[in-house]
């Protein structure tokens, strides 16, 4: 029964209605990286194929805006839905699977990168965990001599395993930062035992380099902001190094493409009262949470709201997705 509201609330016509019911409004859309339609699966990751076909749907759907549309409400479809596509982390695969499908498209698109890895070529610890138990297509993994228990996983390749990488994921996270002693360890213990895999797959999931952040800045499609230095969660920082975090992407990124750099994702989408004043301090006009929502004129600028959009969403969902949140604004 739920599929099928989910198939008729997802319907083209009932997207249609809807949109023109919110007409003005931006939404604004979470991606993180793009796979190869070959690759495996990752929620983080869109097919570039699936990216392909939601932004033709899209496009028939309403207009793809930048970030400055944001502060300049002229800029905006005051007729249609207004789309704002945005990317975090800066990986490679923005760059070569991504831009050329913007460009297609002419879509506009936002990317939020964490710099330290982009100048250092670093690794996101999440796409060791992740690498590891897909490329490995892990079953069981015992974190027992780590106190965090047996995490197991579905078989396939979708989001009922999605779900239960997730939850290895959270658990990591609500520990802390890739540098907390834990953490730290069960990372070393993952790249000991899958070497050879890691090594392998890792590579094609790289961070963006300074180089193609240029590039991408140079095509006219591409907008940067930060997504903390180290992609720590701010939250869980000092003071001095919740400045370093948030100042050094605005300094590495301006340095990188030329322009002014004034929009911030917080990592994982979490923040307080705190991080705001020092993304304020630091000098961002505009932030972004990982909360969905409609903006609108009454959205503050730095709590604003993104749709997440993941790699096993179909078509149908992603409307049934849309249209639950326009019936909500």
């Known amino acids: 029964m739920r599929g099928l509201v989910k198939s008729c609330l997802g319907s083209p016509y009932v997207t249609r209605i809807l949109s023109r019911r919110g007409a003005g409004a931006v939404i604004t859309l979470m991606y993180h990286d793009l796979r190869d339609d070959d690759d495996f699966g990752n929620w983080l990751r869109v097919r570039a194929s699936d990216f392909d076909e939601q932004l033709a749907m899209l496009g028939d759907l309403g207009r793809f805006v930048g970030p400055g549309a944001l502060a300049d409400p002229s800029q905006l479809a005051t007729d249609r839905l207004n789309f704002l596509l945005t990317f975090d982390d800066g990986y490679v695969n923005n760059h070569r699977l991504a831009l050329p499908l913007l460009e297609k498209h002419r879509a506009p698109a936002l990317f939020f990168v964490s710099t330290r890895h982009m100048i250092e070529q670093r690794t996101f610890w999440t796409d060791v965990v992740i690498t590891a138990v897909q490329a490995a297509r892990l079953e069981v993994l015992d974190l027992h001599d780590f106190d965090l228990g047996v995490f197991t996983f579905r078989s396939g390749d979708d989001d009922a395993r999605w779900n239960d990488i997730q939850r290895l994921l959270v658990a990591l996270k609500t520990v802390g930062n890739a540098d907390h002693p834990v953490v730290a360890d069960v990372l070393g213990y993952l790249c000991e035992c899958h070497a050879a895999i890691l090594d392998e797959h890792l590579p094609r999931f790289r961070p963006l380099n300074p180089g193609e ?29 919740l400045d370093y975090n948030l100042s050094e992407p605005r300094r590495i990124l301006e340095e990188a493409t030329g322009a002014p750099v004034v929009d911030l994702a917080y990592p994982n989408g979490d923040f307080d009262d705190r991080v705001l004043d ?33 790699g096993f969403e179909s078509p149908t969902t992603l409307r049934y997705m849309l249209n639950r949140e326009l019936t909500r604004g």
């Open 213 to 241: 952040v240029r590039e991408m800045a140079a095509s006219g499609w591409c907008t940067f902001g930060g997504h903390g230095h180290d992609h720590d969660i701010l939250t869980y920082l000092d003071d001095d190094s």
């Open 278 to 310: 020092h993304a304020t301090t630091a000098g961002y006009t505009r932030a972004f949470t990982t909360v969905p929502g409609l903006t609108n004129a009454d959205t503050s600028p730095l709590v604003l709201p993104r749709f997440g959009v993941g």
